[in-house]
């Protein structure tokens, strides 16, 4: 893998974790400090999803690196805990971009 592929894969990763709401947020939903409908976590969790969503299309991704980027595992965790719903139209937006840009992607 080429430093400057690599490097497109360590952007988008750090433009995701940046709003990432796993990351800080949903402790405090499992711990009963934060529902799972707080506005404030709503707030956090939808700008995350356009964050990802703008991710998934930056230059240098490839079908193998834009892998490493699949949110299916976060949004599972996410509904799983009740912050989003399976239905909920920002899941269904990244998760259609996501199969989209991988589609679209250049093969490795």
């Known amino acids: 893998m080429g430093t400057q592929d690599e490097q497109a894969v360590q952007r988008a990763i750090s433009s995701i974790a ?6 800080k947020l949903l402790q405090q939903v499992r711990l009963g400090r934060m529902k799972p409908t707080d506005a404030g976590l709503r707030a956090v969790t939808e700008s995350w999803l356009g964050t990802y969503e703008k991710a998934l299309v930056m230059d240098g991704l490839t079908q193998s690196r834009l892998r490493r ?4 595992p976060r949004l599972a ?5 009740g912050v ?18 991988v589609a679209s992607a250049p093969a490795d």
Not at 18 to 23: A, E, K, M, T
């Open 69 to 72: 980027l699949n949110p299916a």
């Open 18 to 23: 940046q709003s990432d709401p796993l990351i």
């Open 84 to 101: 989003l719903a399976g239905d909920h139209p920002g899941v269904e937006s990244l998760t259609a971009a996501y199969d989209r840009a």
């Open 77 to 81: 965790v996410l509904i799983d805990v």
